[in-house]
């Protein structure tokens, strides 16, 4: 019922103007050049009614109980190598874009085991109170995306912690370097480079694909592209893009292409009218 709502959903987004369409359009144009007008059409009417299933779904993986949300998980791929990452306790960064439903992935890679996430609080305190006590449900602690929150990071990789990271956010100021995402410079966050220079633990990319016709969802773990080892900073962010593109396109409609992803330019124009 909730994919049904979100499909009309999204065709009202798509139809009428409204700037997640026109977001969504200027990217997908931009990322792949090289499709036809129809082709992207289609695209971004599948990737507009998946962002409004997500936001559908939001509710009931946050407020049902954490068996019903973690019983949404059908299939696995890529797993194993994960776990056994896991089970040396040297610790493990979990790269998470924002692919499908990133709420039911990280309730399920971080079920029983000792894991902080990096996220940005949001501006409504009741929404952040919110979201601290459904993800600590499943036993992850947050950490806010400050000097605060890397340093808390920090100290879980030193106790073979799982740390996830949402790796497609935009940094702030003197947090992020360009590098290729899909063919565009995108400002990219250093913080995976600079943990890594401390302690070198391995680096996975996942996300929780959402299946067809409400039939639950296939949690897909990659290991990241080699590069993101590079001692190189430079080097380093442009491994993590590449990771991320793995994974995004595994399941091209599902991530989340209405995000202003290249609105900051090296040279300071405007991607975005």
Request: hydrophobic residues 40%; glycine residues 8%; aromatic residues 10%.
């Amino acid at each position: 019922m909730l994919h049904r709502l979100g499909a009309g959903w999204g065709n009202l987004l798509y139809w009428i103007p409204n700037r997640s369409r026109h977001t969504t359009q200027r990217n997908l144009q931009s990322c792949f050049p090289d499709k036809t007008t129809s082709e992207l059409a289609v695209l971004t009417r599948s990737s507009l009614q998946s962002t409004a299933c997500t936001a559908l779904e939001m509710g009931k993986s946050w407020l049902v109980p954490l068996a019903d949300t973690l019983a949404l998980v059908r299939e696995t791929e890529g797993t194993e190598a994960f776990e056994k990452a896991i089970a040396t306790g040297h610790g493990v960064i979990l790269l998470a874009p924002h692919l499908s439903n990133w709420e039911v992935f990280g309730f399920y890679v971080s079920n029983k085991l000792p894991t902080v996430f990096l996220y940005q609080p949001p501006k409504l305190p009741a929404l952040d109170n919110l979201l601290k006590q459904t993800r600590s449900r499943g036993g992850i602690k947050l950490a806010p995306t400050n000097r605060q929150g890397v340093a808390q990071l920090l100290k879980s990789l030193y106790q073979g912690e799982l740390v996830g990271v949402l790796p497609d956010q935009v940094p702030v100021d003197g947090g992020g370097l360009f590098a290729p995402f899909f063919g565009q410079q995108a400002l990219t966050m250093t913080l995976v480079g600079k943990l890594l220079a401390r302690k070198k633990v391995p680096v996975f990319c996942g996300f929780a694909e959402r299946l067809p016709r409400g039939e639950g969802f296939r949690v897909i773990i990659l290991e990241a592209d080699a590069q993101i080892y590079s001692d190189d900073l430079q080097e380093s962010v442009q491994g993590l893009n590449r990771a991320v593109e793995a994974c995004v396109l595994r399941a091209l409609p599902q991530y989340q292409w209405e995000y202003k992803r290249f609105r900051r330019q090296p040279d300071g124009s405007k991607f975005y009218s």
